[in-house]
């Protein structure tokens, strides 16, 4: 199986792509539909994972050994901010402040980010970060956006080391 799954970098890229359409299909569908608001580290993680999806589709269209493996490089970057945000969503959640408060300094930068006006609806947000809305076995979605930014990070790892030894 993991053969099949690295034996085809474009391949494996492509299908990295393809949960991160997914991924970001099911946070739209927790917003519009069940009617959860996201908070502006929410917010943080759709632009992750929006990066992860383009940089690893480009990755997976293109043939050329150094374009795959920088998109690899670049949704690794993506993947590990992902985490690191989920992460501490994940902290905030556990031990939440006294104050209400998940930094409205963050929600300005992400206001002045130029993918905001190309997708008003789908990141606009203010909820409370550190309030759980939902969870599933136990987790929060902050906890399983961690574990999915995790395991895409692992797969990425895994995905370049092997196309760096198979020179």
């Not at 799954?5 to 927790?30: E, K, Q, W």
């Not at 993918?115 to 606009?124: G, M, T, V, Y």
Request: with cysteine; glycine share 8%; proline share 5%.
């Amino acid at each position: 199986m993991i053969d099949w799954y690295f034996g085809a970098p474009r391949r494996a890229l492509g299908l990295i792509c393809l949960a991160c359409v997914l991924m970001l299909a099911f946070g739209l569908y927790l917003q519009h539909v069940v009617g959860l608001e996201p908070c502006p580290m929410c917010i943080v993680q759709r632009y992750a994972l929006v990066l992860v999806a383009i940089f690893t589709g480009l990755a997976a269209i293109f043939r050329s050994r150094p374009l795959q493996v920088t998109g690899g490089v670049l949704a690794l970057v993506s993947a590990v901010g992902g985490a690191y945000t989920a992460a501490s969503q994940s902290w905030l959640q556990w031990y939440p402040p006294e104050v209400v408060s998940c930094g409205r300094d963050l929600y300005g930068m992400i206001e002045t980010f130029p993918l905001k006006r190309a997708l008003p609806l789908i990141f606009r947000g203010g909820g409370d970060c550190s309030k759980v809305d939902w969870s599933l076995f136990g987790l929060t979605l902050a906890n399983w956006s961690f574990v999915a930014f995790v395991v895409l990070s692992l797969l990425l790892i895994t995905l370049l080391l092997r196309r760096r030894t198979a020179r």
